[in-house]
């Protein structure tokens, strides 16, 4: 069974970066596809990032494209979201997921991840 542990949340000026781990154990870390989902205070959660088990397929929602990028790192069994010009706007908890996955198109729907990690806090201040 696969586990998800994420790290690297905090509170932020807006403009400031931040960069989120999510460590997973368990499992072939190379054969899961991994993805970055965020819940604001009041909101429903929303995709934010997603990968391909290989790491050669990357997409983003429309809101974080060109600021923030997800990597995954096979031999260390992690996947990151580097956060860069964060708005307030990005205050959420994020969440890492895993699915065992062979396409090479990365899932972005959140019904499709069998394992979820606690979430990490992300506060940007303005």
């Known amino acids: 069974q696969v586990q998800l542990v994420e790290s690297g949340g905090g509170l932020v000026q807006a403009g400031g970066s931040l960069r989120l781990s999510c460590v997973a154990s368990?499992?072939?870390?190379?054969?899961?596809?991994m993805g970055w989902f965020r819940q604001a205070p009041g909101k429903e959660r929303e995709f934010a990032a997603a990968?391909?088990?290989?790491?050669?397929?990357?997409t983003y929602a429309d809101s974080v494209k060109g600021r923030f990028t997800i990597s995954k790192d096979n031999a260390e069994n992690t996947v990151y979201l580097q956060m860069n010009s964060l708005k307030p706007e990005d205050t959420a908890v994020y969440s890492c997921?895993?699915?065992?996955?062979?396409?090479?198109?990365?899932?972005?729907?959140?019904?499709?991840?069998?394992?979820w990690g606690q979430g990490t806090h992300v506060t940007v201040s303005s």
């Open positions: 997921a895993a699915v065992p996955s062979a396409t090479i198109v990365p899932h972005t729907v959140a019904e499709t991840y069998r394992v």
């Open positions: 368990g499992r072939t870390f190379s054969s899961l596809a």
């Open positions: 990968i391909t088990r290989s790491g050669g397929s990357r």
